[in-house]
T-cell receptor
């Protein structure tokens, strides 16, 4: 059973069209939830870590939020350079491994 | 401060050959994690190492795969007798301490088995 589910799988936006990406999880004992950006042929690039429900973090046009069951990555007025695959990953207590979702491929058209 | 360096970036091996993937962590980082990304799949944990120690190899296939992180030099992920199903992108991450809060990923090695 998947512990991390990201939706949608792919998302196409027009430049300036705000939207949100979802990451739902079913694990208990969450130690942290990570968001990464991955460009084609590159490694994951760290964006945010969220630790507790209600926490929010922002960076430029991106804002990540966390509840007890899901996290959202809000993208405000996106630009074409925001096009990438966005990955969500869970850090469970008692383990030194991240459990990744399959990602959301975001395309922002000019 | 150079980032996490992985080499080679691309590796082509024939079935039955050995593949050696190298990961040089960031300066001051003594914790290394290896992940595999199959096409259309998410990244999957393989192994977690500290200098000279394998801490968690629960994600490693039982056969043909091994990893090391010697006192000197890079971490090595070794795949013996490669098969087509081993074709994937292999990423390593390094951290100055246990956990991912300060971890950085490398650019990956893309292994193609022909």
């Amino acid at each position: 059973e998947d512990q991390v589910t990201q939706s949608p799988e792919a998302l196409r936006l027009q430049e300036g069209e705000s939207s949100s990406l979802n990451c739902s999880y079913t694990v208990s004992g969450l130690r942290g939830l990570f968001w990464y950006r991955q460009d084609p042929g590159k490694g994951p690039e760290f964006l945010f870590t969220l630790y507790s429900a209600g926490e929010e973090k922002e960076k430029e046009r991106l804002k990540a939020t966390l509840t007890k069951k899901e996290s959202f990555l809000h993208i405000t007025a996106p630009k074409p350079e925001d096009s990438a695959t966005y990955l969500c990953a869970l850090d469970q207590g008692g383990s030194e491994k991240l459990v990744f979702g399959k990602g959301t491929k975001l395309t922002v058209n000019p | 401060n150079a980032g996490v360096m992985q080499n080679p970036r691309h590796l082509v091996r024939r079935r039955g050959q050995e593949a050696r993937l190298r990961c040089s962590p960031m300066k001051g980082h003594s914790h290394v994690y290896w992940y595999r990304q199959l096409p259309e799949e998410g990244l999957k944990f393989m192994v977690y190492l500290q200098k000279e120690n394998i801490i968690d190899e629960s994600g490693m296939p039982k056969e043909r795969f091994s990893a090391e992180f010697p006192k000197e030099g890079p971490s090595i992920l070794r795949i013996q007798q490669v098969v087509r199903g081993d074709s994937a992108a292999y990423f390593c991450a390094s951290s100055p301490q246990a956990g991912y809060t300060e971890a950085f990923f490398g650019q990956g090695t893309r292994l193609t088995v022909v």
